[in-house]
């Protein structure tokens, strides 16, 4: 049976009894020490406790509905409550772990583009080496007076002595020889130069003098700044 039936069965009950307790004060008095009176106070009080245990019940019965029904709506609101607050934590640790991971992408991509420039660079640079290399060959190969220019270059670097020798590749050996006298002149602290030739030498030329030896070759210039470039990249 359920609650709210119990409770209209007491109700019934209880009003059942008041009806009878006031049929009573209707009625003539009774002697007291007659067995009608003794039976009929017993009657009174039985229907009197009944009905205090009906008025009892039935106040327990809708209290208790009472508090059911708002233990229902707290928990219902507390549990609301609580799921929500789950969803939004649930929520802002997925968006922080999303910008934690964004950011390490980002920044490693960042790293990717930064080597990547380097490299090119480096690259672009070697390379760059590498084509000035062939057009001053080309240009000397060209252009005979070139390795005298670079000659006299050289020569004003030597501050000590006044006898050279100057080694260039056999091809080159004939313009050097053929303006000895113009170098000179150029050089005043020169007295003789002495050309050899020398086939391991491919473009530009090595000087040797009292104070040392000067490496005016063309492929250890351009790797002298090969080395200063991909020292630099490093």
């Known amino acids: 049976m359920?609650?709210?039936a119990f409770s209209k069965n007491i109700m019934r009950e209880y009003n059942s009894s008041r009806s009878f307790l006031d049929q009573l004060k209707t009625t003539h008095a009774v002697a007291d020490n007659?067995?009608?009176?003794r039976w009929t106070r017993s009657q009174i009080e039985e229907r009197y406790r009944l009905a205090h245990e009906a008025g009892t019940h039935l106040g327990y019965a809708e209290g208790y509905a009472r508090g059911e029904a708002n233990g229902l709506e707290i928990g219902l609101e507390a549990g609301i409550s609580q799921v929500r607050q789950e969803s939004e934590a649930s929520h802002q640790e997925a968006i922080a772990a999303f910008a934690q991971d964004l950011n390490a992408t980002l920044e490693r991509a960042q790293q990717g583009v930064d080597q990547w420039?380097?490299?090119?660079?480096?690259?672009l640079a070697v390379l760059a080496i590498e084509i000035a290399q062939r057009a001053i060959s080309?240009?000397?190969?060209?252009?005979?007076?070139?390795?005298l220019q670079i000659a006299k270059q050289v020569l004003n670097?030597?501050?000590t002595g006044n006898h050279v020798r100057l080694r260039v590749n056999p091809i080159q050996t004939a313009i050097l020889d053929s303006r000895r006298e113009e170098?000179?002149?150029s050089i005043s602290h020169l007295r003789n130069i002495e050309v050899i030739a020398d086939p391991n030498i491919s473009d530009g030329?090595?000087?040797?003098?009292?104070?040392?030896?000067?490496?005016?070759r063309i492929e250890t210039y351009l790797q002298r700044l090969t080395d200063q470039v991909t020292g630099e990249a490093a």
């Open 34 to 37: 007659t067995p009608a009176a």
């Open 205 to 216: 030329l090595i000087v040797e003098s009292d104070s040392g030896v000067i490496d005016a």
């Open 117 to 123: 420039y380097s490299d090119a660079e480096q690259k």
């Open 183 to 185: 170098i000179l002149q």
């Open 2 to 4: 359920s609650n709210i």
């Open 157 to 159: 670097e030597v501050t």
């Open 138 to 147: 080309q240009e000397l190969s060209i252009n005979q007076e070139a390795v």
